[in-house]
């Protein structure tokens, strides 16, 4: 069965009915629990059944996101696990497919192949655990893949974005249940507070996505967060940012759906040929006192201190203080006196071997295993793991690929230890060439995975966080 068409289409009312997922009008309905302490988490090998949410792509050629939409669905188990695949168009009735996950593998849905819609989300039901789910888009312009969410929630946050010129901003409010939501937008940008009125009370109609361009109303703004508030129902948001000149460049993000007192980003850089910067929003009602700690790859940096006020935002550009030397690699820590959103930049150009940018939300927790369903090293593609271990005691860290119904331990990256407080970052074109490489990061004490995905020669990264296992 191959990935892409591995697929199965069929009217699974008997399997809808007796799971409980069919209503009493015969339409399909999504369970969600309420909000857990972190989003994204995947359940273990012998954990539950699982519901992800991917709020934003298109699933029409030639769509004004130019977001081309693939759900990407890993299986750790040694079984098959059986599953529904159901797309919801911004106009339109929902679409539900039969899925079938290979053991110890993965599955590739392209969303174009079952609806047209010009902006889709989705939903990932399956009956076992062991899986963790990603949707993929792609363009004219780049290629990102973002975790789906395992929640639904009444508030989200946007640390980042921008509407300035050649640049354009979406969220992507998804609703998949069987009633109304109504959405409230407020934004902090680098130019102060706005809740424009166009963006009050919108309606997200039972069972769709709304994808809502921000620069229609906030206009010309290098910095823009949001908090977005369900005044009635529940939602997940996504965001998407699309920049066209000096650079192309696409990226692809989940928001998160509480402020945090610490976030942590394992992967980050300064140099002439990358940007980084790091973006602080405070969504409370009181100020914010801020560390922002970066460690190096070599030697020592003190750490910055910063003040978030109540409401507002804040970016920090490390490499334009000389106590950062550039060209180190180091993993960054945020924290805060009261709970913040922070997300961090990273903008590559050329001679650098990764080409674009990215905007990646930190992570809140550290795990002893992670899954990263999408990944490959081709001659188009080139990608990296990066662990840190943020702990005191020296951990080691296990990276296995998880493919072709087979376990299969990557040469070199076995039983690797990484001292207390330090990372490490593999290149996985040193050990395995595969265009097909879902993983497994196993430790034995808890640690926090990045993936870097990035085209060879043209625009297209990804760095994002891999799903935490509870």
């Known amino acids: 069965m191959s990935e892409r068409r591995g697929v199965i289409i069929g009217a699974l009312v008997v399997f809808l009915v007796a799971g409980g997922l069919v209503d009493r009008t015969g339409r399909h309905q999504v369970a969600a629990s309420p909000a857990p302490p972190h989003d994204p988490v995947a359940l273990p090998a012998d954990g539950g ?67 047209t819609a010009g902006v889709v989300a989705a939903v990932v039901e399956m009956e076992q655990g062991g899986v963790a789910v990603e949707q993929t888009v792609n363009g004219p312009i780049g290629e990102t893949t973002s975790p789906c ?107 998160t759906p509480a402020p945090r007192t610490s976030w942590d980003f394992p992967d980050g850089i300064t140099g002439d040929a990358v940007s980084e910067r790091f973006h602080i929003y405070n969504p409370t009602k009181k100020d914010a006192t ?103 005691r020296a951990v080691r860290v296990s990276v296995t690929a998880v493919t072709g119904g087979q376990r299969v331990p990557l040469e070199g990256l076995t039983d690797v230890e990484i001292p207390g407080g330090q990372r490490r970052s593999f290149r996985l074109i040193d050990v395995v060439s595969r265009p097909d490489l879902p993983m497994v990061v196993n430790a034995t004490g808890p640690v926090v995975v990045e993936r870097v995905l990035a085209r060879v020669g043209r625009p297209g990264l990804t760095q994002t966080m891999a799903v935490p296992v509870a």
């Not at 009050?200 to 823009?224: K, M, N, T």
């Not at 820590?333 to 650098?352: G, I």
Request: charged share 20%; hydrophobic share 40%; with cysteine.
């Open 49 to 115: 059944a699982s519901t992800w949410f991917c709020p934003l792509a298109n699933a029409q050629p030639d769509a004004g996101l130019s977001a081309d939409g693939t759900i990407v669905i890993q299986n750790t188990r040694g079984n098959a696990i059986d599953g529904l695949l159901t797309l919801y168009p911004a106009n339109g009735e929902p679409v539900t497919v039969a899925l079938r996950a290979p053991a110890r593998g993965r599955l590739l849905a392209h969303e174009s192949e079952f609806i």
């Open 149 to 255: 969410s395992t929640t639904a929630g009444d508030r989200w946050y946007v640390a980042e974005g921008s509407t300035a010129l050649n640049q354009a901003m979406y969220l992507g409010l998804f609703n998949p249940f069987p009633e109304d939501a109504i959405v409230d937008l407020d934004f902090a940008t680098d130019q102060g507070r706005t809740a424009p009125g166009a963006f009050q009370r919108i309606v997200v109609g039972a069972r769709s996505v709304l994808a809502v361009s921000i620069g229609d109303h906030v206009r010309r703004r290098d910095h823009v967060a949001v908090t977005a508030v369900a005044r009635r129902g529940r939602i997940v948001v996504g965001r998407l940012q699309t920049r066209t000149a000096p650079r192309s460049g696409l990226t692809l993000a989940l928001a």
């Open 290 to 392: 801020v560390q922002l700690a970066l460690t190096l790859d070599q030697g020592a940096a003190e750490p910055f201190e910063l003040k978030v006020p109540a409401g507002e935002r804040l970016t920090l550009d490390p490499g334009s203080e000389s106590r950062i030397p550039k060209g180190v690699g180091h993993a960054a820590t945020v924290r805060s006196n009261v709970p913040v959103v922070a997300e961090r930049t990273l903008d590559y150009v050329a001679p650098s071997l990764r080409l674009g940018f990215s905007i990646a939300v930190g992570a809140t927790r550290s795990a002893r295993q992670w899954y990263l369903p999408q990944g490959g090293i081709t001659e188009s593609q080139e990608e990296w793991v990066v662990v840190h271990n943020r702990d005191q």
